[in-house]
C-alpha cells in the first residue's frame, strides 16, 4: 500500500457527461500528479499541483481540469467524454517540486470506463 | 525533450534465471532514473531510482540497475527470477534540473514461468 488513494475504483459512465476522480497524497507530501493510462498511449503525464499550485502541464486536454485543495487532496475533472476517454486514471504524489530526486508513489487508480 | 525507449514488449525467463529488462534514454542535462512495476488491476510501484553515484544501484526484491551514461542506458536486473516477478516494469526518466514531471517508456512484460 503506497498511502495514496483514490476514489472511486470504477466509474462507467456516457459520453458527454462529466466526472471528478479524486485523490489523497500520502501523508506529507505536498506534490500531487496526475497520469492516464490507456493502451495506444501508454503511461502518459497529465499535471502537477504543489501545495495548492499549478506545476507543470502535461498531454492533458482542454476539456480536462484539476485542483488541489488546501488539505492537499486533488480532483481531476473530465468534461465533455469521449469513448477515448476511457483508461485508467493514476495520481502519484511525492515529497517535493523540483529539487531532489524524489520518487513518486502511485494510488491504485480509477478505471474510467465512457460508453 | 525527453524520452525513454524499452525496445521489448516482452521478456520470457524461466525461474531462477537471471533476467534483464532494457531501458534507454534521452535528456538533457543529467538524468535521475526510476523503475517501476506494475502487478495486474494494481498502480504503479516504485523500484529503485538512479541520481549519481555508483552506476549499480540496489532496489525492492532483489533488483538492480546498471547506469550506463556512454550507452544512455538504465537496464532493469536480477540474479535470480521468481514467478511472482512477472508483472509489467516501466522505466521513467528526467532532467535533474527540470520539474518533477516523469517521462515513462511504453513498459516491459516479464513473464517468469516455473
Known amino acids: 500500500d503506497s498511502g495514496v488513494t483514490q476514489t472511486p475504483k470504477h466509474l462507467i459512465t456516457a459520453t458527454g457527461q462529466r466526472v471528478t476522480l479524486r485523490c489523497s497524497p500520502r501523508?506529507?507530501?505536498?506534490?500531487v500528479y496526475w497520469y492516464q493510462q490507456s493502451l495506444d498511449q501508454g503511461l502518459q503525464f497529465l499535471i502537477q499541483?504543489?501545495?495548492?499550485?499549478?506545476?507543470a502541464k502535461g498531454n492533458i486536454l482542454e476539456r480536462f481540469s484539476a485542483q488541489q485543495f488546501p488539505d492537499l487532496h486533488s480532483e481531476l475533472n473530465l468534461s465533455s467524454l469521449e469513448l477515448g476517454d476511457s483508461a485508467l486514471y493514476f495520481c502519484?504524489?511525492?515529497?517535493?517540486?523540483?529539487?531532489?530526486?524524489?520518487?513518486?508513489?502511485f494510488g491504485p487508480g480509477t478505471r474510467l470506463t465512457v460508453t | 525533450a525527453q524520452s525513454v525507449a524499452q525496445p521489448e514488449d516482452q521478456v520470457n525467463v524461466a525461474e531462477g534465471n537471471p533476467l534483464t529488462v532494457k531501458c534507454t534514454y534521452s535528456?538533457?542535462?543529467?538524468?535521475?532514473l526510476f523503475w517501476y512495476v506494475q502487478y495486474p488491476n494494481r498502480g504503479l510501484q516504485f523500484l529503485l531510482k538512479?541520481?549519481?553515484?555508483?552506476?549499480l544501484v540496489k532496489g525492492s526484491y532483489g533488483f538492480e540497475a546498471e547506469f550506463n551514461k556512454s550507452q544512455t542506458s538504465f537496464h532493469l536486473k536480477k540474479p535470480s527470477a521468481l514467478v511472482s516477478d512477472s508483472a509489467l516494469y516501466f522505466c521513467?526518466?528526467?532532467?535533474?534540473?527540470?520539474?518533477?514531471?516523469?517521462?515513462f517508456g511504453g513498459g516491459t512484460r516479464l513473464m517468469v514461468k516455473p
Open positions: 501523508s506529507g507530501d505536498l506534490s
Open positions: 502519484a504524489s511525492s515529497v517535493a517540486d523540483r529539487a531532489g530526486a524524489y520518487e513518486q508513489y
Open positions: 538512479y541520481i549519481t553515484g555508483d552506476n
Open positions: 535528456v538533457s542535462g543529467n538524468p535521475y
Open positions: 499541483y504543489y501545495n495548492g499550485e499549478e506545476r
Open positions: 521513467a526518466v528526467r532532467a535533474s534540473d527540470a520539474g518533477n514531471m516523469l517521462t
